[in-house]
């Protein structure tokens, strides 16, 4: 099976960074797709970034493309969401999640495992 287990979440002002981590453990191999996804309350969870392989294809929600970078470090079986210009409406929380397939990378249903999540807030 899989773990991951995300962290780097916290307290942010509008305008400002964090760098999310999730760290995987088990049996994920180097060419699996991750996907970050996020959740606010009463709200269903979206879809946010997801990267193929490290270097590889990559793929953002409108809602946060040229703001949010996914990328990974297969070596340290971490996949990373460095996320910039941070907004209000990014207050959520995130979660990692990995898959095992050839299907998509862009729907919840597309994954097979998933992290327990971190908290992101975006204060005004």
């Known amino acids: 099976q899989v773990q991951l287990v995300e962290s780097g979440g916290g307290l942010v002002q509008a305008g400002g960074s964090l760098r999310l981590s999730c760290a995987a453990s088990g049996r994920t191999v180097s060419s699996n797709p991750m996907g970050w996804f996020r959740q606010a309350p009463g709200k269903e969870r979206e879809f946010v970034a997801a990267?193929?392989?490290?270097?590889?294809?990559?793929y953002y929600a409108v809602s946060v493309k040229g703001r949010f970078t996914i990328s990974r470090d297969n070596a340290k079986n971490t996949v990373y969401l460095q996320m910039n210009s941070l907004k209000p409406e990014d207050t959520a929380v995130y979660y990692c999640?990995?898959?095992?397939?050839?299907?998509?990378?862009?729907?919840?249903?597309?994954?097979?495992?998933w992290g327990q999540g971190t908290q992101v807030t975006v204060s005004s």
């Open positions: 999640a990995a898959k095992f397939g050839l299907s998509g990378v862009t729907t919840a249903n597309d994954y097979n495992f």
């Open positions: 990267i193929t392989w490290s270097g590889g294809p990559t």
